[in-house]
């Protein structure tokens, strides 16, 4: 089965930005959306992020106006671009791809940011 790999998570002080990155080990057909979750201690895994074939984007409100989410669909990769971080931000990032005959889950990446 193909694998989701995460990248790009880390430390980061408040106001600052990451990029977190998920690759597919292989091509993946009729991706119908791709999407971010994450899960902070001591909380449920919560959606932050979607977007669809289509493009089409949904974000948490807690993270619109400072995430985005997008995608190269060559490289069946999506990103997420998070700027502004905030200390409630600190969390394991996952991707989810579903597709037809698909629905698999990234390792996770840890994000962080200090105050």
């Known amino acids: 089965q193909v694998q989701l790999v995460e990248s790009g998570g880390g430390l980061v002080q408040a106001g600052g930005s990451l990029r977190l990155s998920c690759a597919a080990s292989?091509?993946?057909?009729?991706?119908?959306?791709m999407s971010w979750y994450r899960r902070a201690p001591g909380k449920q895994r919560e959606l932050v992020a979607v977007i669809t074939s289509g493009g089409s984007t949904n974000y948490a409100d807690s993270v619109r106006g400072r995430f985005t989410i997008s995608r190269d669909n060559a490289k069946n990769t999506v990103y997420l671009q998070m700027n502004s971080l905030k200390p409630e931000d600190t969390a394991v990032y996952y991707c989810?791809?579903?597709?037809?005959?698909?629905?698999?889950w990234g390792q996770g990446t840890q994000v962080t940011v200090s105050s």
């Open positions: 292989g091509y993946i057909f009729n991706i119908n959306r």
């Open positions: 989810r791809v579903v597709a037809s005959g698909y629905d698999n």
